[in-house]
């Protein structure tokens, strides 16, 4: 089984900043492609950042400029830091990755989620 595994998250104000962070483990061949997400209440999940295994990344306009996905291959990891978070970033992120299993299948798991509030 492959599992992510997501932390990072809490309060902070408006301004403020966080680093979210998510590792992957199991029976893992390769990781290709990683990404986070997020899901506001009453809207539907978004894009917010991924990243290439070559280090390629893709950001919404929304957190361009704030935020910034880097990862870390030898710990099966990737972080989000945000900068100057605004109250429209609270929302649940979820960690997503493209990968290979050991048992050479193609998997794109979702991690459990982490609640990320902005508020004063």
């Known amino acids: 089984q492959v599992q992510l595994v997501e932390s990072g998250g809490g309060l902070v104000q408006p301004g403020g900043s966080l680093r979210l962070s998510c590792a992957a483990s199991?029976?893992?061949?390769?990781?290709?492609?990683m990404g986070w997400y997020r899901q506001a209440p009453g809207k539907q999940r978004e894009l917010v950042a991924t990243i290439t295994t070559d280090n390629n990344t893709n950001y919404a306009d929304s957190v361009k400029g704030r935020f910034t996905i880097s990862r870390d291959n030898a710990k099966s990891t990737v972080y989000l830091q945000m900068n100057n978070l605004k109250p429209e970033d609270t929302a649940v992120y979820y960690c997503n990755a493209d990968l290979i299993s050991k048992l050479w299948r193609t998997l794109n798991p979702w991690g459990q989620g982490t609640q990320v509030t902005v508020s004063s």
């Open positions: 199991g029976i893992i061949f390769k990781i290709n492609t």
